[in-house]
């Protein structure tokens, strides 16, 4: 790994949440040191060009330089993403100032924290969103975006919580404002993001509608709360909802498809109807009538959660931990992980994805 350089940290053998510290602070009483040596390179995933999944090759990088307010983790694990898959074929470039190296998320033990940090200490058991980094051994993260690891989960399950509960949090409940009692609808239900949204959404109260290819991702989605699932290779969607609403339609729904889907979205909306997108698989130009997004007063919303501001971001995570965390703490929301890789085989990981047979996370991990 090259060599070693030395880099003084906070100790936390005491604590692996940093409670020394905390009561050092308020007392007073002086912070212990020590000096922990961090290897000078690391192992990250790196892309030769765009293009097929073979194109993810694992090589030595120099360990990431800690800057003002960022908290330096050891990966642990790190969750795929259909963002990476985009940016791999060159349809979704890292942000300014962002890593080369792909992944938006990663679970791991803090190692250093820069000037400015607050919170989090070394030692602490983290999971963080990220714009870019994530498929490596060590990873930077602003402090805002990192969480503890809810109670009761591994690093692996952990893994998988970024991405998609920041997504759904922030378009399904901040933008699109879900509220009990409503009726909600997300395409994808076995995607990550579906598996996400079905269960926050039932959690917090909707009547939850979700679509999926086949009979056994189907199923999953009702494990998964779902009162209603549609095969959408069989059963027409939008006739379906409005025989199971009385033909009144859904008041939000949460869509990453686009294209023909866009139309029949706005269709099966009811009055004060949202539509929150988040991706566009199925095409990003359409052509629709307004008539319909005019009269029912629809309100359609659009985001990207990767170019978000950090403020922006922080106030998500936030949320997250005041409301969501202590639901997978407590077994009523958990991580969906359907397979792991080794990190050096992202490649594979990422080829999977890319079938859609997966029901929840893909994930690499690193011994």
């Not at 070394?122 to 980094?133: E, N, R, S, T, Y």
């Not at 602003?142 to 690891?149: A, D, K, N, R």
């Not at 039932?202 to 998964?224: I, W």
């Not at 779902?226 to 959408?232: K, M, Q, S, T």
Request: proline share 7%; net charge neutral.
């Amino acid at each position: 790994m090259g060599a070693a350089k030395d880099f003084a940290i906070k100790d936390l053998a005491k604590s692996r949440r940093g409670l020394y510290h905390q009561l050092a602070e308020k007392s007073g009483a002086p912070a212990l040191y020590e000096t922990v040596a961090l290897p000078a390179t690391m192992i990250a995933i790196a892309t030769d060009g765009f293009g097929p999944p073979e194109v993810l090759k694992p090589e030595a990088r120099p360990l990431p330089q800690l800057g003002d307010g960022e908290v330096l983790i050891r990966v642990e694990a790190a969750g795929v993403n259909r963002p990476d898959v985009v940016q791999r074929k060159g349809g979704y470039p890292p942000p300014p100032g962002a890593p080369d190296i792909p992944g938006l998320e990663c679970a791991g033990t803090v190692v250093a924290v820069g000037p400015d940090c607050r919170r989090f200490r070394p030692g602490d058991a983290v999971c963080a969103l990220v714009a870019g980094g994530g498929y490596a051994e060590y990873c930077l993260a602003p402090e805002p975006q990192v969480l503890p690891v809810p109670g009761g989960l591994s690093m692996i399950e952990a893994a998988a919580l970024p991405e998609t509960f920041f997504t759904v949090w922030s378009n399904v409940f901040d933008r699109a404002k879900l509220q009990p009692g409503e009726s909600f609808l997300v395409h994808g239900g076995t995607s990550g993001i579906g598996t996400t949204a079905i269960q926050l959404a039932s959690a917090f109260g909707a009547r939850v509608f979700a679509t999926a290819g086949s009979a056994e991702k189907c199923a999953a989605c009702k494990d998964l709360g779902a009162d209603v699932a549609i095969n959408y290779r069989d059963e027409d969607f939008v006739a379906r909802v409005k025989a199971e609403t009385d033909r009144r339609g859904v008041d939000v729904i949460l869509d990453m498809v686009g294209g023909s889907y866009t139309p029949r979205n706005i269709d099966v909306l009811a009055f004060d109807g949202r539509l929150a997108q988040i991706a566009f698989m199925g095409g990003a130009k359409i052509e629709a009538d307004f008539t319909k997004l005019m009269t029912k007063r629809l309100t359609w919303i659009g985001a990207t959660l990767r170019a978000r501001s950090i403020a922006d971001k922080g106030a998500i995570a936030v949320a997250l931990e005041a409301r969501v965390w202590p639901l997978i703490a407590e077994g009523r929301i958990k991580p969906l992980v359907f397979k792991t890789f080794p990190l050096a085989e992202a490649a594979k990981a990422h080829a999977l994805m890319e079938t859609s047979e997966h029901i929840g996370k893909i994930v690499l991990t690193n011994a």
